[in-house]
């Protein structure tokens, strides 16, 4: 894993500290690891250092390899500074981690954990709005809901939600999910300011990324806005729009 998080020029490790695109150049809240190897639910390690002064985090990635991972430096936005906070999160087989926000969130949590069937609620380890996120897109999925069509739903349940507690901000949704097989990559907003993602096709690999890893700009291109890519083993990236539950997004009178 160190080929990708660790020796870049602008490797994941160098964003913690000097993050070009992010809504800060700091992220040293904690970081975090998942990755697939020979069973079906994913490995994780999540910690509160700075990514950039952790040496466990150089070991393991020296160390690990794996076919598919997810690794994420953080920036707490109104929610503790905690291991349990930390992306990824992982739930049975499915990993997620998420840029962005839900705009006043402490006042529509509870209405969204509402949504929440008890046994995904009772998964819930943190208080990020991005977990919160994360379980609500699986319960949509565990009724049959393929993922773009579960995120639809949840982005127009909480903007929703959001407007009829009179919040006037956007919730901000680029985050990615896979199940160890595949990938989904969401970019989305209810103003058009999503967080960037980025995408790099190479011969038998992938690679999804919030900022350039190098200095090749041209190789990579910038997922659009309110999309999802889906990346499946051997056939490549595709993107296709999002709906958001059949609707455009709701706005504001």
């Not at 208080?127 to 999925?141: G, I």
């Not at 990579?220 to 056939?235: E, F, K, P, Q």
Request: glycine share 8%; with cysteine; net charge neutral.
């Amino acid at each position: 894993m160190d080929a990708l998080v660790c020796a870049p020029n602008n490797s994941l490790v160098r964003q913690s500290l000097h993050a070009c695109e992010g809504k800060t150049a700091t992220n040293g809240d904690g970081f975090g690891l998942a990755w697939y190897g020979d069973r079906e639910e994913p490995g994780l390690f999540r910690d509160l250092r700075p990514a950039w002064s952790d040496e466990n985090l150089r070991s393991l990635c020296g160390q690990v390899r794996s076919p598919l991972f997810f690794a994420h430096v953080r920036a707490a936005t109104n929610t503790a500074t905690t291991r349990a906070n930390c992306h990824p999160f992982v739930c049975g087989r499915y990993a997620f981690m998420h840029n962005g926000q839900i705009g006043s969130y402490r006042k529509v949590r509870r209405k969204l954990e509402a949504l929440l069937p008890d046994e995904l609620f009772d998964q819930r380890a943190g208080t990020t709005d991005s977990e919160l996120l994360f379980l609500l897109v699986l319960a949509r999925m565990e009724l049959g809901a393929m993922p773009g069509a579960a995120v639809g739903w949840v982005m127009h349940q909480t903007k929703r939600l959001m407007l009829e507690a009179g919040i006037a901000e956007a919730v901000r949704f680029t985050a990615i999910l896979t199940d160890g097989q595949t990938v989904w990559a969401f970019r989305t907003s209810c103003d058009g300011h999503s967080p960037g993602l980025y995408l790099r096709e190479r011969p038998g690999a992938t690679i999804i990324a919030s900022e350039p890893l190098d200095t090749l700009r041209d190789a990579w291109s910038m997922i659009a806005n309110n999309s999802v890519t889906t990346v499946r083993r051997g056939l490549g990236a595709v993107t296709e729009p999002l709906v958001i539950d059949g609707h455009s997004w709701p706005v504001a009178a």
